[in-house]
């Protein structure tokens, strides 16, 4: 299956959703306070890591609604495995939630593409999530070798 260009309104909104990663690390690696968040750079980037793993897990269970009745329950439960891996696997030190965070936005893209190759998400969702996850997991990776 080709890939095709994302809409207008996803590109501009998963690109605005960097920034605050890009904007961590960059604080993070500097050791500059300069976000707008009352935590350190650090602690900013791991909160909102976990937002948005979760964040893209909700849209896994949008795409699972609308999937045929043979694949509902393997997309509902695919769907749901990000969501209870950011439960149980991003505690500890800073640098654990790093390293989970780090593990997590790759494995949550293998389930992008499961979703993709089984028609579940649209034919642009790749094409937005890789270069976003790459960004993400850059920033993250940033922000580990920084503490």
């Known amino acids: 299956m080709a890939l095709a260009l994302p809409p207008r309104t996803p590109l501009a ?4 959703g960097t920034a605050p990663f890009v904007v961590a690390a960059i604080g993070a690696a500097t050791d500059t306070v300069f976000t707008p968040f009352p935590y350190s ?8 890591g976990i937002i948005v793993l979760s964040f893209l897990t909700g849209i896994l269970w949008g795409f699972a609604s609308h999937s045929a009745k043979g694949q509902a329950s393997y997309a509902y439960i695919t ?13 500890g030190t800073d640098a654990d939630k790093l390293e989970a965070l780090m ?4 494995a949550l893209l293998t389930i992008d593409t499961s979703f993709q190759h089984s028609r ?11 270069p976003t996850t790459l960004v993400i997991i850059a920033c993250l990776t940033v922000t580990r070798l920084s503490i």
């Not at 909104?13 to 605005?16: H, N, R, S």
């Not at 750079?41 to 909102?48: C, L």
Request: aromatic share 20%.
């Open 13 to 16: 909104l998963a690109t605005l």
């Open 41 to 48: 750079s650090v602690e900013s980037i791991i909160h909102f």
């Open 79 to 91: 769907g749901a495995i990000p969501v209870l891996y950011v439960f149980f696997a991003v505690v």
């Open 103 to 106: 593990f997590g936005f790759p």
């Open 120 to 130: 579940l998400a649209p034919r642009w969702w790749l094409t937005l999530r890789i």
